[in-house]
Nanobody, 122 residues
Framework: QVQLVESGGGLVQAGGSLRLSCAVS????????MGWYRQALGKEREFVAR????????YYEDFARGRFVISRDNANDTLYLQMNSLKPEDTAIYYC???????????????WGQGTQVTVSS
């Protein structure tokens, strides 16, 4: 059974930084495309960033580009999200996810963590 466990959330002042981690177990981490979503109270879940299985390419939502950096450590089955210059509007629960694709490019499965709360005070 594939499990994703986020950590690293917390309370930080505006302008500060946090580094989120997502540890993956029970699966083949190196085969997964991975990323982060977030959900603020009363809002829909929104895309933050994603990274290819080999870490060669990453993609960001506009609000994250230039402030957040997604990375992965395939040797330790861990995904990261470095968040800098945090703003109060970044307050949300952050979820990591993993997507497994077939060789033909079809999505086979997706897995989600339970989320970690990030609160940015003004």
């Amino acid at each position: 059974q594939v499990q994703l466990v986020e950590s690293g959330g917390g309370l930080v002042q505006a302008g500060g930084s946090l580094r989120l981690s997502c540890a993956v177990s029970g699966g083949s981490f190196r085969r997964y495309e991975m990323g982060w979503y977030r959900q603020a109270l009363g809002k829909e879940r929104e895309f933050v960033a994603r990274i290819t299985w080999d870490g060669d390419r990453s993609y960001y939502e506009d609000f994250a580009r230039g402030r957040f950096v997604i990375s992965r450590d395939n040797a330790n089955d861990t995904l990261y999200l470095q968040m800098n210059s945090l703003k109060p509007e970044d307050t949300a629960i952050y979820y990591c996810y993993a997507e497994e694709y077939s060789p033909a490019g079809r999505l086979r499965s997706d897995y989600w963590g339970q989320g970690t709360q990030v609160t940015v005070s003004s």
